[in-house]
């Protein structure tokens, strides 16, 4: 089982160039994640989806896109890239069902880290 | 605002001494409660979760944490540390309402040998 993949796992960025992380996971989970890792700062929610074509704002959006055109796949573009995008970004899923027990455990994906300079 | 709060940022023990880590979430709603651990260059993982039934939830590893509904806490023990316990650990909290997952910013655990 593959899980959650994440690409690319390192990438340099200057300011204002775009690029887009990519996710992907193989275990029909409907819930998906993208989290930021800042050292001291825990992990953040950027974006979250519930199902494919459904997105909402976590703690932290400005800056980034997503889009949900499938189950499987869900990436996050950062348009204009800056100093403080500049983080460990974790894509993560899990399955539904608030009282089923493995529901909402998180799978994490291997990370993907951003320097933008 | 929704939050969830870890007390402690660093904690230094020594071997087999005992550990309490403190996680407090802001959420009027139900939820589901998590603690992951993350060892050094190693990706986030579950170490115990409460969904409903029994507040003492035992994890993986000898760690066990409880849930106390009136103080809105979820504070993880174990009894011996050992030097690889040394990670970072989350608390995590599922807010039923809204869907999402919200993390506390993390305890840096160092056990000395």
């Known amino acids: 089982n593959a899980g959650v993949t994440q690409t690319p796992k390192f990438r340099i960025l200057k300011i204002g160039q775009s690029m887009t992380l990519q996710c992907a996971q193989d275990m029909n989970h409907n819930y998906m994640y993208w989290y930021r890792q800042d050292p001291g700062m825990g992990l953040k929610l950027i974006y979250y989806?519930?199902?494919?074509?459904?997105?909402d704002k976590g703690e932290v959006p400005n800056g980034y896109n997503v889009s949900r055109s499938t189950t499987e796949d869900f990436p996050l573009r950062l348009e204009l890239a800056a100093p403080s995008q500049t983080s460990v970004y974790f894509c993560?899923?899990?399955?539904?069902?608030?009282?089923?027990?493995?529901?909402?455990?998180?799978?994490f994906g291997a990370g993907s880290r951003l320097t933008v300079l | 605002a929704q939050s969830v709060s870890q007390h402690n940022h660093h904690v230094i023990l020594s071997e087999a001494a005992s550990l309490e880590l403190g996680c407090n979430y802001s959420y009027g709603g139900t939820v589901n409660l998590f603690w992951y651990v993350q060892y050094p260059g190693q990706h986030l993982q579950l170490l115990l979760k409460y969904f409903s039934g029994d507040p003492l939830v035992k994890g993986i590893k000898g760690f066990e944490a409880e849930f106390i509904k009136s103080k809105f806490s979820f504070n993880l023990r174990k009894p011996s540390v050992q030097w690889s316990d040394t990670a970072e650990y989350f608390c995590a909290v599922f807010m039923n309402r809204d869907d999402k997952i919200i993390f506390g910013k993390g305890t840096r655990l160092h056990i000395l040998p």
């Open positions: 993560a899923s899990s399955s539904t069902g608030h009282r089923v027990s493995g529901a909402n455990v998180l799978t």
């Open positions: 989806s519930v199902g494919a074509g459904i997105t």
